[in-house]
Nanobody, 124 residues
Framework: QVQLAQSGGGLVQPGGSLRLSCAASGRIFDDFGMGWFRQTPGMEREFVAAISWIGSTYYAESVKGRFTISRDSTKNTVNLQMNSLKPEDTAVYYC??????????????????WGQGTQVTVSS
């Protein structure tokens, strides 16, 4: 079973940058895909980005060109670099692991382990 621990996040002005990290333990890290989702009050969890076990990346249209997902196998971490942040990026961000190889990488139901969530607030 995979355990995920998130770090990063906080308050940033519009146009600024933040980096989120997610450390995985409990299973060989290179064996499964990872993703990032975000959620605002009253809304469903929204896909942000995903990275496959071989390093292929996928992004929501709303973040393409601004966010970058990467994985560091030496540290068992997945990172989300967020640049040119906008107020509409404000949300709680969650990392997730897809250890069952579900092909629906942009759907929350495809992921079977979740981090604790971290708040990202973009405001002047």
């Amino acid at each position: 079973q995979v355990q995920l621990a998130q770090s990063g996040g906080g308050l940033v002005q519009p146009g600024g940058s933040l980096r989120l990290s997610c450390a995985a333990s409990g299973r060989i890290f290179d064996d499964f895909g990872m993703g990032w989702f975000r959620q605002t009050p009253g809304m469903e969890r929204e896909f942000v980005a995903a990275i496959s076990w071989i390093g292929s990346t996928y992004y929501a249209e709303s973040v393409k060109g601004r966010f970058t997902i990467s994985r560091d196998s030496t540290k068992n971490t997945v990172n989300l670099q967020m640049n040119s942040l906008k107020p509409e990026d404000t949300a709680v961000y969650y990392c997730a692991a897809n250890t069952l190889y579900n092909p629906s990488r942009d759907r929350a139901y495809a992921y079977d382990a979740w981090g604790q969530g971290t708040q990202v607030t973009v405001s002047s």
